[in-house]
C-alpha cells in the first residue's frame, strides 16, 4: 500500500508540474515573441525568425523561474487531494503530513539536480545560440566584444578607421599583455600597439610598457617603432561596460562553470559575477526544497475547501515577496554589504527556517 500511495504522490505530483511549467512557457513564448517582433520588424527576416529565437530563449528563462513553478505546482497538487479526500485517505493509512510533504519536497530537490546535470546544458546552448544570431543581426554589430580560450577581444569602430584589442586575461579592472591592432577606413593594418597592462576603469585607458609599430599600409614592413613607460587611448569600454557584458550566464553551463571556474576566471570573467552564478545554480535544488515546503504548510494547515481563495492570495503575495526579498539580497552582495556567495542563500535559509517551524505545526494535525 505504501508503494502505491507514494506513486500516486510522485505521478500527480509531477502531472501537475509539467501542466504548471507548459502554463508558463507558453505565456513566456507570447510575451517574449512580441520583443522579438519589434527587434525583427525593420530587418529583413522571414517571420519563423522571431518564432524559432522566442521557442530557444524561453527554457532557460523557464529555470530561472523554476522555484516559483515549483511553488505553484505544489500548491495546486496539495489543494487537490485535499480537496477530493485523498489526503485524509492517506492519513488513514498511516501518512502523515511530513511524511507527504517529505515525498513531495525531495522530488523537488533531485529534480533541480537533474535540470543541473541533464538540461542546463542543453538549455545553455540554446542560450548561446540566441544570443550570437542576435548579434548577427545587431545594429551595434561594429562594436563587439568576446572571451575565448585566446582571451578577450574588443572591436571598435573609430573615425579614422577600426580597431581590434586582444589581451591575454583581465585581472581586476587591469587587462594584460595587450595588442592593440589599428586599421583605417579600408582595413589596412596602419599600427600595432603592445603593451603589458592596462587601467580599464574609465573611458580614457592607461597602458604601461608600451611598444609602438607603425607600419606600411600596404607592405605592413615596420616604418618607425617607439618604446614608451605610459600611453592612453580613448575606448568607448571601461571595466564596468565591458563586465555588464557578460552577466548573462544562462550561456555557461554548470558542470563548466564547476569544472573550469579557475579557467573562465583567467579568460577574463568577472569573479563576482562567476560567483554569483556558480553558488545560484548551486542553491537551486535547495531552493526548490524550500518552496515546497513553503506551499506544503499553506495548504496542510487545514482541510476545509472554504479557504482556497484565501490561500491563494497568500500565496501569491508569498512569491512576490520572496521575488523582491532574493532581487535585495543580490543587490547587496554585488555592492559588497554581505559576501556574494552569502547573498544567493539567505532567501533560502529564511524560507527554510521559517518551513521547519511550519512543518513541525503541520505534522500535529
Given at each position: 500500500?505504501?508503494n502505491?500511495i507514494?506513486?500516486?504522490?510522485?505521478?500527480?505530483?509531477?502531472?501537475?508540474?509539467?501542466k504548471?511549467?507548459?502554463?508558463?512557457?507558453?505565456?513566456?513564448i507570447?510575451?517574449?515573441?512580441?520583443?522579438?517582433?519589434e527587434?525583427f520588424?525593420?530587418?529583413?527576416?522571414?517571420?519563423?525568425t522571431?518564432?524559432?529565437?522566442?521557442?530557444?530563449?524561453?527554457?532557460?528563462?523557464?529555470?530561472?523561474?523554476?522555484?516559483?513553478?515549483?511553488?505553484?505546482?505544489?500548491?495546486?497538487?496539495i489543494?487537490?487531494?485535499?480537496?477530493?479526500?485523498?489526503?485524509?485517505?492517506?492519513?488513514?493509512f498511516?501518512?502523515?503530513?511530513f511524511?507527504i510533504?517529505?515525498?513531495?519536497?525531495f522530488?523537488?530537490?533531485?529534480?533541480?539536480?537533474?535540470?543541473?546535470?541533464?538540461?542546463?546544458?542543453?538549455t545553455?546552448?540554446?542560450?548561446?545560440?540566441?544570443?550570437?544570431?542576435?548579434?548577427?543581426?545587431?545594429?551595434?554589430?561594429?562594436?563587439?566584444?568576446?572571451?575565448?580560450?585566446?582571451?578577450?577581444?574588443?572591436?571598435?569602430?573609430?573615425?579614422?578607421?577600426?580597431?581590434i584589442?586582444?589581451?591575454?586575461?583581465?585581472?581586476?579592472?587591469?587587462?594584460?599583455?595587450?595588442?592593440?591592432?589599428?586599421?583605417d577606413e579600408?582595413?589596412?593594418?596602419?599600427?600595432?600597439?603592445?603593451?603589458?597592462?592596462a587601467?580599464?576603469?574609465?573611458?580614457?585607458?592607461?597602458?604601461?610598457d608600451?611598444?609602438?609599430?607603425?607600419?606600411?599600409?600596404k607592405?605592413?614592413?615596420?616604418?618607425?617603432?617607439?618604446?614608451?613607460?605610459?600611453?592612453?587611448?580613448y575606448?568607448?569600454?571601461?571595466?564596468?561596460?565591458i563586465?555588464?557584458?557578460?552577466?548573462n550566464?544562462?550561456?555557461?553551463?554548470?558542470?563548466?562553470?564547476?569544472?573550469?571556474?579557475?579557467?573562465?576566471?583567467k579568460?577574463?570573467?568577472?569573479?563576482?559575477?562567476?560567483?554569483?552564478s556558480?553558488?545560484s545554480m548551486?542553491?537551486?535544488?535547495?531552493?526548490?526544497?524550500?518552496?515546497?515546503?513553503?506551499?506544503?504548510?499553506?495548504?496542510?494547515?487545514?482541510?476545509?475547501?472554504s479557504?482556497?481563495v484565501?490561500?491563494?492570495?497568500?500565496?501569491?503575495?508569498?512569491?512576490?515577496i520572496?521575488?523582491?526579498?532574493?532581487?535585495?539580497?543580490?543587490?547587496?552582495?554585488?555592492?559588497?554589504?554581505i559576501?556574494?556567495?552569502l547573498?544567493?542563500?539567505?532567501?533560502?535559509?529564511?524560507?527554510?527556517?521559517?518551513?521547519?517551524?511550519?512543518?513541525?505545526?503541520?505534522?500535529?494535525?
Amino acid at each position: 500500500m505504501n508503494n502505491i500511495i507514494f506513486k500516486y504522490l510522485l505521478n500527480g505530483y509531477l502531472k501537475v508540474l509539467l501542466k504548471v511549467t507548459l502554463i508558463f512557457y507558453c505565456f513566456g513564448i507570447i510575451l517574449n515573441l512580441f520583443e522579438e517582433i519589434e527587434f525583427f520588424k525593420n530587418l529583413d527576416v522571414s517571420f519563423l525568425t522571431p518564432v524559432i529565437l522566442t521557442s530557444i530563449y524561453i527554457p532557460s528563462m523557464m529555470i530561472q523561474l523554476l522555484p516559483f513553478i515549483i511553488f505553484i505546482s505544489s500548491m495546486k497538487f496539495i489543494i487537490d487531494i485535499r480537496n477530493n479526500k485523498d489526503l485524509l485517505t492517506m492519513k488513514i493509512f498511516g501518512f502523515s503530513n511530513f511524511k507527504i510533504f517529505l515525498i513531495l519536497a525531495f522530488s523537488s530537490f533531485i529534480l533541480g539536480w537533474i535540470i543541473l546535470f541533464v538540461f542546463n546544458p542543453v538549455t545553455s546552448a540554446m542560450s548561446k545560440y540566441y544570443e550570437k544570431t542576435k548579434a548577427n543581426y545587431s545594429k551595434d554589430i561594429d562594436h563587439l566584444v568576446t572571451f575565448n580560450k585566446n582571451g578577450l577581444w574588443i572591436k571598435e569602430s573609430l573615425d579614422s578607421g577600426q580597431r581590434i584589442i586582444s589581451a591575454s586575461s583581465q585581472n581586476d579592472k587591469t587587462l594584460e599583455n595587450l595588442t592593440i591592432f589599428n586599421f583605417d577606413e579600408k582595413y589596412n593594418l596602419k599600427e600595432k600597439i603592445f603593451s603589458k597592462n592596462a587601467d580599464i576603469e574609465n573611458n580614457e585607458w592607461v597602458l604601461k610598457d608600451v611598444l609602438i609599430q607603425k607600419l606600411n599600409t600596404k607592405t605592413n614592413i615596420v616604418l618607425q617603432k617607439e618604446k614608451l613607460d605610459i600611453y592612453s587611448i580613448y575606448s568607448i569600454y571601461t571595466y564596468d561596460k565591458i563586465t555588464n557584458l557578460f552577466k548573462n550566464f544562462d550561456t555557461l553551463p554548470f558542470l563548466d562553470l564547476l569544472i573550469n571556474y579557475e579557467k573562465l576566471n583567467k579568460q577574463g570573467y568577472n569573479r563576482l559575477f562567476l560567483n554569483q552564478s556558480l553558488h545560484s545554480m548551486l542553491s537551486m535544488p535547495f531552493f526548490l526544497f524550500t518552496m515546497t515546503a513553503l506551499a506544503s504548510i499553506l495548504i496542510m494547515g487545514t482541510l476545509k475547501k472554504s479557504n482556497n481563495v484565501k490561500i491563494i492570495i497568500v500565496g501569491l503575495i508569498a512569491c512576490v515577496i520572496i521575488y523582491y526579498l532574493k532581487d535585495l539580497s543580490i543587490a547587496l552582495g554585488k555592492t559588497n554589504r554581505i559576501p556574494v556567495n552569502l547573498s544567493m542563500w539567505i532567501p533560502i535559509i529564511l524560507i527554510g527556517i521559517f518551513s521547519s517551524i511550519g512543518i513541525l505545526q503541520i505534522n500535529e494535525k
